[in-house]
């Protein structure tokens, strides 16, 4: 069982920077892929970032790239995410998520992610 606690959340201004984390818990976290999601009142959860096992490998949805960077210490069982130049739009509750039957690869679907976090609200202000 993997449980994950995510932190780092607040309100900034746009074009300013936010970096959240995720710790883990459990001795598997570092063979499994983790994502970030974020969801907004009556839209669906969507994919934002992910990483492989070993952090190697990312991949970023296209209306963050260039701005997000997901990262992971598998020493510390934690993965990050580093957001910068924030927009508006970028407002949401943000989730780590463990996808535990991937390890190299990473899937944007939220289906295959078993693990959840609680949520983190992330509110950015023009």
């Known amino acids: 069982q993997v449980q994950l606690a995510e932190s780092g959340g607040g309100l900034v201004q746009a074009g300013g920077p936010l970096r959240l984390s995720c710790a883990a818990s459990?001795?598997?976290?570092?063979?499994?892929?983790m994502g970030w999601f974020r969801q907004v009142p009556g839209k669906e959860r969507e994919f934002v970032a992910g990483?492989?096992?070993?952090?190697?490998?990312?991949y970023y949805a296209d209306s963050v790239k260039g701005r997000f960077t997901i990262s992971r210490d598998n020493a510390k069982s934690t993965v990050f995410l580093q957001m910068n130049s924030l927009k508006p739009e970028d407002t949401a509750v943000y989730y780590c998520?463990?996808?535990?039957?991937?390890?190299?690869?990473?899937?944007?679907?939220?289906?295959?992610?078993?693990?959840w976090g609680q949520g983190t609200q992330v509110t950015v202000s023009s």
């Open positions: 998520a463990a996808d535990p039957n991937s390890s190299n690869n990473v899937y944007t679907q939220s289906e295959r992610y078993i693990h």
């Open positions: 459990g001795r598997t976290f570092s063979r499994f892929a």
């Open positions: 990483c492989s096992w070993s952090g190697g490998y990312t």
